[in-house]
């Protein structure tokens, strides 16, 4: 399942966790989220990124708005993934972008020593 392979994506990601604040499963790192991957009976499967340099792409994506409690000014944007154009990699790279963003730079940079 499509889900279930980007929560593997995340959590192999150094120094991933997996967390559930209010019912929502997410992965952090430091104690920080980098992805929101929603609740697990979804009606419309969707994940949350904090972009920068593909923000643009993202929020041109057909059901993407930013997302809400002002999160979405801070570059925050939510994703459907059943959406035209987002796939399995579009949506590793989100995650991988947003993880490096909210990520301390020594884990960023263990990140980039990987084969």
Not at 80 to 107: F, H, M, N, Q
């Amino acid at each position: 399942m499509r889900k279930a392979d980007l929560r593997r994506f995340a959590l192999s990601l150094p120094g991933a966790a997996e967390d559930f604040p209010w019912g929502e499963r997410v992965a952090k790192v430091n104690g920080k989220v980098f992805v929101f991957l929603g609740r697990d009976r979804s009606k419309t499967p969707m994940i949350t990124v904090k972009l920068e340099e593909s923000h643009p792409h993202a929020m041109s994506i057909e059901g993407s708005e930013p997302t809400g409690y002002g999160l979405g000014r801070a570059g925050w944007v939510n994703v459907p993934l059943d959406a035209e154009g987002v796939t399995l990699d579009v949506a590793r790279d989100w995650i991988e972008e947003s993880y490096r963003i909210v990520a301390p730079k020594r884990l960023v940079k263990e990140l980039d020593v990987r084969p």
